[in-house]
């Protein structure tokens, strides 16, 4: 069959923070895509504002390299950059759809981490071919023949016996900080046979498969992305499977549904570096954008009108963690948001559905609050704050783990835990996990004064367990966690000792209310706060709830005293930021968001709410 030789399609996965985004900046940059002098951002390719303030990748994003081999002759690379974290897995996968090879990146000191294992599961899966790049080999601490001799053992632990051909992958070693690549390891970090990436993209024109066409085929493309343009509307991002586009064309539109309609494609754009520029036509193999249907989703295809031939829709994981969010319903409602009602909330989240296929919505009994599921809590996290960036105020519940009932029995999800500490705060660690029900995997001494522990653990064990677990290893240590399985219910945890301080009163903040009130706990607002009655000001030291007037005001009397003036010394309040909040929320709890600030807040705000509903909870 007929091979395109001067096209590529190759996607970029790893671990978190181990180079994808840095590695794709290099290759931009000795592919000549930016002029010599030009001011370009460091990770160009993370240009959501959310992703440069968080330092990770959350959506998949694919950009295009024209490369001159050594003998001459011009090959175009288009790269999928994907997101590392396991909470954006769908769009790893949507990624993984569109290319015909994966670059697996691992750390040189931290090596393959649960979310290594993630990414790799999904490439197995397609039967992609895979170059495995060991990345900043220039560390200090880089562990290079051990990485090397742990990836090989993560692919034996995930290939299939039968498929051993797999396991003869090729290593590239590189420092994408410094645009350098070697076939061979480095010794001291020091690659004195390498002053570029150019093995690097040797390795990928080796063997990375050219995309292979029949001649005459039927129009397939399938869509896999969706983007904006102020100018053309919605477009679609696809992969011509077969046969040729052009612009202009009419098309078959094979919608999820199944039905099928002819439209008109009224603009086609190829990728050129980090621009979309007009083209005639894209044949197969090529990833290109169309605008000119308004209603596509991921997961349609595109066919010829006289043979339509759907491609099958794109699959992925199911949802794993749960939160409710719905309209803003405490008295503070609409002092700073300008979308506040369930019709605008409603609409915000089915736009969602559209781009995020690994995204839930789900009514619940009230007509105002839905019930979002997703694959984690950062997932979750990310979808609410851009929502509170666009102006609106909402509710958000405590997230929730999504259960199944298997063979009759309860099951939850279970997490694959891995932690990296010092060898002080192992002890430590072992009593925290042994609370959450942890099941301990695996535990390994480098020799180097750290411990690497591995977990199986409840989902819901580790929603609130980061700030604890950074507290108590004094901010050093370092843990990641992704989806294992489906396990029976572990029963009831405990995993917040403290309780809450709660206001009992709409009002203001006094300094004088909170200089009594500090040494019941940890405030959580400053003086002048606004606060009304059921809202959280503070967590109590104890295990119960407390009601507290942190507006009590000083009475001034026209009797003089020698410490009536005395200037109260206030610890300063602990301020919390979304992510910290919902990790604080109990069951009985839910966060008010508004673009000004981030409450937490009693899901029934009267003390006398609360106390039938306790009542009611003993009783039954």
Known sequence: MPVRQDLRNVAIVAHVDHGKTTLVDAMLWQSGAFREGQDVDNRVMDSNPLEREKGITILAKNTAVDHTTPTGENVVINIIDTPGHADFGGEVERGLEMVDGVVLLVDASEGPLPQTRFVLRKALAKKLPIIVCVNKVDRSDARIAEVVEETYELFMDLVEDNDTDILNFPVVYASARAGRASMTAPENGEMPDSEDLQPFFAAILEHVPAPVYEEGATLQAHVTNLDASPYLGRLALLRVVAGELRRGQIVAWCKADGTISNVKLSELLKTEALTRVPADSAGPGDIVAIAGIPDITIGETLSDPNDPKPLPLITVDEPSISMTIGINTSPLAGRSGKLLTARLVRARLDQE??????????????????????????????????????????????????????????HEPVEKLTIDIPEDYVGVVTQLMGLRRGRLEQMVNHGTGWVRVEYVVPARSLIGFRTEFLTETRGTGLMHHVFEAYEPWFGELRTRPTGSLVADRTGVVTAFALFNLQERGTMFVAPGADVYEGMIVGENARADDMDVNACKEKKLTNVRSSTGDELERLIPAKLLNMEQALEFCREDECLEITPAAVRIRKVALSANDRAKNRNRAKKN
């Open 353 to 410: 559905l559209i781009g995020n296929v690994s995204i839930r919505v789900v009514p619940t009994e009230r007509p105002d609050t839905w019930e979002v599921q997703g694959r984690g809590e950062l997932q979750l996290a990310v979808l609410v704050e851009m929502m509170r960036r666009e102006g609106f105020e909402l509710t958000v519940g405590k997230p929730q783990v999504v259960t199944r009932v298997i063979d009759g029995k309860l």
